[in-house]
């Protein structure tokens, strides 16, 4: 059983969840698929994960079974579970509640793949569209209030598995980290009446700098103050707080930009491993003018230690011009990975 507990100085909770020890784990530095191992994430060996939440596959086809694109499954070893009673307690200075909340994983592909980039654009549309579906099923939960979709590819940004998945985590609190975000960026609205976040787009694109690509709806950029080598942020330039409001040509828009530079980064910097987190408004609140949903994405090409984690500044030796610069020289080949799918037609189905 998972519970929250809460720092009485920083005001940070933690989640200590046990049943996360238990998780498989591969150990070699760098993931490669061994002939002897078999993949719990692909197609056929549906048995192996809990049953499916949300399946995107062709009509007809059966829950738990072959012909899916992308499946939604509880996490086997979840942080939080949603068969929990939520129940705060003081222990003496200590605040605690129960580990209300869901963990789930988002299988990208039905065979075995690392990368999303490598998938077609319809796939990653389909990976796009189960966030938003499944952001919008959970929030109906009322003692749900974040969302946390976050992506870690390759052991070093700390997955346990190779095929390609995100995850999903939920939470009866906000992180700190969102509330400062969220905080900074009402602090600038009040003073300014803008949003920071457009704001900061105008400026990155008239100086285009540390722009990486634009669309008509996107834009990728190197943030001013990178904490990491080659940090990207996606950023949509219409306003909107909760990503799980996007339309379904938003979300085409989005696969395509995240493809881009999903497959701008492995071109250029070998393949690294990364995480990419999407930041999204609290659930029980309105949209919010001051703030914007984004995805940002941190190649792992250096380590926080000590000085890092004492401080809370981080060192980034790769200034963000020259790394926009770079991934904006690299070409993607129109079929980065693979060809595309036969288009078969596609429907999204919930469990139960």
């Known amino acids: 059983m998972s519970d929250l507990r809460k720092d009485p100085v920083t005001g940070r909770w933690v989640i200590i969840a ?3 020890a238990k998780r498989p784990v591969h150990h070699e530095p760098v993931f490669r698929v061994a ?10 060996n549906e048995g192996l994960t809990p049953p499916e939440i949300l399946a995107v596959r062709p009509p007809g086809s059966t829950p738990n079974g072959p012909g899916w694109k992308v499946r939604v499954v509880p996490n086997k070893f979840p942080a939080l579970r949603t068969d929990e009673e939520l129940k705060k307690r003081g222990v003496g200075l200590y605040d605690t509640m129960t580990g209300v909340g869901a963990h789930e994983v988002v299988i990208e ?14 796939n990653v549309r389909a990976v796009l569209g189960a966030y938003k579906d499944r952001l919008l099923d959970l929030k109906r939960d009322v003692r749900l209030v974040h969302a946390l979709i976050f992506k870690n590819k390759g052991a070093l940004a700390g997955a346990s598995l190779e095929h390609a998945h995100s995850q999903l985590i939920v939470t009866s609190v906000v992180p700190i980290s969102v509330w400062e975000e969220m905080t900074g960026a009402l602090e600038f609205y009040n003073y300014r009446g803008r949003c920071v976040y457009q704001d900061l787009l105008d400026q990155e694109l008239e100086s285009r700098e540390r722009v990486v690509l634009e669309t008509a709806d996107y834009a990728a950029v190197c943030p001013f103050a ?5 940090e ?3 950023i949509p330039k219409h306003q909107s707080s909760h990503y799980e409001t996007s339309s379904n040509e938003q979300i085409a828009a989005l696969a395509k930009v995240l493809k881009t530079t999903l497959a701008k980064l492995e071109l250029a910097l070998d393949d690294p491993p990364y995480n990419y987190v999407l930041h999204t408004a609290p659930f029980d609140t309105p949209e919010l003018p001051h703030y914007r949903w984004h995805l940002e994405v941190f190649p792992r090409l250096t380590r926080v230690a000590g000085f890092e984690w004492g401080s809370g500044f981080y060192i980034n030796p790769v200034p963000p011009e020259e790394a926009a610069e770079f991934l904006r020289s690299v070409d993607v080949p129109i079929n980065y990975g693979q060809d595309a799918d036969d288009g078969e037609s596609v429907q999204v189905r919930k469990a139960g």
Do not use: K, M, V
């Open 35 to 44: 002939t002897d191992r078999l993949d719990p994430f692909a197609e056929g």
């Open 109 to 122: 592909c039905p065979h075995y793949e690392e990368s999303l980039a490598r998938l077609p654009e319809d």
């Open 226 to 230: 990178s904490r990491f080598p080659f």
């Open 18 to 20: 046990p049943d996360r």
């Open 232 to 234: 990207t942020w996606i």
